[in-house]
């Protein structure tokens, strides 16, 4: 059972597992939920992981420290009953004002919860090593700020949050894709990038797409060759981690 075993145990953090990566991939690279626990570092939350798909009960906002939801291959547009029913339970934390970060399919997932819009991006979709601007309201926002004002992330999407929440904090974007990433809440991110990506993992989806990507009219050698590292955008994993691990320190008892 999740939550806290004595009043001085922080609880755990969630990884809401909502898909999986390309099973050669998941093979010698392991899966999306590994590469988020990596990338938060070694942070003194427990971590715990549930996949909704399966059936695994998402736990009440009071008996977690934090959640991240990762990608996906499903859409949200599909509004499967297991992903309507996740929505919901985001749509819990954020008024809980629990930490949370969604990534890609969980940006979008977040986004479609509170009353915006995800589906398929008009201009098809964006995959690769892309530049990302900040917005001036990311200045002082306390996952982004600090990061450089334009800067590289991994990204592969086919839908997006095509129209942000009520109330929504727009925070970075692109020519491409506007809604890079927003926050509601003090504490609610979406990232439509991917901060858990390296660059051998991006390779490696172009090149398991090269297919649909040249029947789409995009050159998967232009991509390959355009693919770096993204130091910064990886760092919002750990910047993330803190957050929750302070907000959880705040909240324990002495």
């Known amino acids: 059972m999740i939550g806290r075993m004595q009043d001085s145990r922080p609880r755990p953090l969630a990884i809401i597992k909502a898909g999986e990566t390309f099973s050669t991939l998941?093979?010698?690279r392991g899966d999306f939920e590994r590469w988020v626990s990596e990338g938060l570092g070694p942070i003194g939350l427990p971590i715990v992981v549930l996949d909704p798909r399966r059936g695994?009960?998402?736990?009440?906002?009071?008996?977690?420290?934090?959640?991240?939801?990762?990608?996906s291959h499903a859409m949200v547009s599909h509004r499967a009953a297991w992903s309507e029913a996740t929505g919901a339970w985001l749509a819990q934390l954020v008024a809980q004002g629990t930490p949370l970060l969604g990534i890609c399919f969980g940006h979008q997932l977040l986004a479609h919860a509170l009353g915006g819009e995800a589906g398929d991006h008009p201009g098809g979709p964006e995959i690769g090593t892309v530049g990302v601007d900040l917005t001036p309201q990311a200045t002082d926002d306390p996952l982004l700020?600090?990061?450089?004002?334009?800067?590289?992330?991994?990204?592969?999407?086919?839908?997006?949050?095509?129209?942000?929440?009520?109330d929504a904090v727009h925070l970075a974007g692109n020519?491409?894709?506007p809604h890079q990433a927003f926050r509601v809440g003090p504490r609610a991110w979406g990232l439509q990038f991917h901060p858990e990506?390296?660059?051998?993992v991006m390779r490696d989806y172009i090149e398991r797409m090269a297919p649909d990507l040249r029947a789409r009219g995009l050159d998967p050698a232009a991509l390959r060759g355009r693919v770096a590292p993204t130091v910064?955008?990886?760092?919002?994993?750990?910047?993330?981690?803190?957050?929750?691990e302070d907000h959880e320190a705040a909240a324990l008892p002495g």
Not at 56 to 71: E, F, K, N, Y
């Open 197 to 200: 990506f390296d660059d051998t």
């Open 56 to 71: 695994d009960t998402l736990p009440s906002p009071r008996q977690i420290s934090g959640a991240v939801v990762t990608g």
């Open 145 to 166: 700020r600090g990061l450089p004002a334009h800067f590289p992330a991994q990204v592969v999407h086919w839908q997006s949050a095509l129209r942000l929440p009520p």
């Open 175 to 177: 020519d491409f894709e």
């Open 26 to 28: 998941r093979e010698t």
């Open 232 to 244: 910064a955008s990886a760092g919002l994993l750990r910047r993330f981690g803190q957050i929750a």
